[in-house]
Structures are given as C-alpha cells and as structure tokens.
C-alpha cells in the first residue's frame, strides 16, 4: 500500500475512534442525567388541570431537592411548588401534585378557600369545576363524617393533627398537597401527608403535549406493532397541543 493511502487510511482510523469517544461520552452524561438528574413523565389524570393537562410530557428535575449525598446545590420544598412523588398508598404508583403546607404549618379549606397559618392563600392557579359544596372537599379537616374514598388509617391520623382551632397542622418530613383541579382531586385531604423521601422531583417544563382522545395514544388494544407506530407517526401532528410545547411548569 502506498504511503499516502496508509497515512490517509490511519487518519480515517483516528477520526472514527474520537466520533466513537464522542459519542461514548455523550451518551454517558445523557444517561447520568436521565438517572440522576431528571426523568419524563405523562400526565395521566385531570387533577392538576389547569396547569397540566392529561397527556402533557413533562420533564423533571430529579436534583432540586437534593440528595443525602449532597453532591448538587439544592433548594427546601416550597409552598406553591408542584412536586411528582411516591403515592403514599402505593409506592409504585407517582402522582404530581401542588404542595400547599410544608412541616409545621397550619392548613384548613373553608367553602373552597385554602387558608394557611391563618392566611388566604391567593391561588389564581386553582380550577373550581364542581359548583356543588362537599362538605368534607370544601370545608376540610371535616370530622364528622368521610366519604368512602378516604383511608381510614388518615382518618384516625388526621384527628390526632390537629390543632385547637381544627386547623391540620403539617408534621415534620410531611407535606399537605392538592390539585390544582381542586373539585376533582385525590389528594391529601383523602389520604394524607407526603414523606420527604416520596418526592422525586418538580416538574419542568411540558416537552410534548397529546391531545386527550382516546384514539390519540398509541393503540395498545391493537397487537400489531408496527401498525400502532405507523398510527402515531401519520397523526403526530394532529394530535400533538403545538401550543404546550417548551411551556414552563409554575
């Protein structure tokens, strides 16, 4: 072979072994932050309507809170913030939810009013879908009865919570949170405070947005694969809210 053919073959060979190295490294620190630093979920539910619809994307932020590590700047969990968490009742499930009272605090709802440590909480973020009162929903802690979807181990719990005014107060390593969609929620007023160590992260921004019809999704009930695909590549456009893409999560 030629010495130019081999000094240009041993080029090429150089040029590929730093795209390789390249493309190792990215894709190291692509899967660091996936791991680690943030993770995507669906929207599943209506219960934060308002501000995530069902079949919102969203990205989020694994490391704002921190770690017992410590190996990242972190911030407390904050009044008002929207968190993705463990779901108390059944850890494999995540629910995302707005925190309203963090430790220590004293909440209570009256006719659909958020009041905390004695304060109304100015909520523009709040959706009221319901125009009927549930007493226990509306005008919570409510002692007197619950409705069937309530645990009872919070029941029990929430009588021994709470204060001399019969305000809830929140207890260490616990949060109290709701859903935006305030008449249509499963939140902690049905089963309680949120562990610290439930919460995985707060939501970023929506990265895609389907729309909710039933025949947006991918097909599931159909079991040939590549129909499904071709179903959602066709329809991506139609069934993609062009309008929620990139909106940041408040």
Do not use: C
């Amino acid at each position: 072979m030629p010495p130019a053919a081999k000094a240009e073959l041993s080029h090429l060979w150089w040029v590929g072994v730093r795209t390789l190295q390249s493309l190792l490294s990215s894709l190291i620190v692509a899967l660091f932050a996936i791991t680690f630093l943030t993770q995507a979920f669906e929207i599943p539910s209506s219960s934060m309507e308002g501000t995530l619809k069902v079949g919102d994307y969203v990205l989020v932020d694994k490391a704002i809170y921190g770690s017992d590590a410590g190996l990242l700047p972190y911030r407390d969990i904050a009044r008002g913030d929207v968190v993705v968490f463990h779901y108390p009742l059944d850890p494999k499930t995540y629910f995302v939810k707005r925190v309203v009272g963090v430790p220590g605090d004293r909440v209570r709802l009256a006719d659909k009013q958020l009041f905390v440590n004695g304060s109304r909480v100015s909520d523009g973020y709040v959706l009221h879908s319901d125009a009927h009162h549930d007493h226990y929903r509306d005008d919570f802690p409510e002692l007197q009865w619950a409705p069937a979807n309530v645990d009872a181990r919070w029941w029990i719990e929430m009588h021994r919570d709470l204060d001399e005014q019969g305000e809830l107060v929140v207890p260490p390593g616990r949060y109290f949170v709701l859903g935006d969609n305030r008449d249509n929620s499963q939140d902690s007023r049905y089963w309680g405070f949120v562990p610290r160590a439930n919460i995985v992260g707060r939501p970023l921004l929506i990265y895609w947005s389907r729309t909710d019809r039933p025949d947006a999704a991918l097909p599931a009930a159909r079991g040939d694969t590549l129909s499904g695909l071709a179903h959602a590549v066709t329809r991506f456009h139609e069934d993609t809210r062009w309008d929620r893409i990139l909106r940041i999560v408040r």
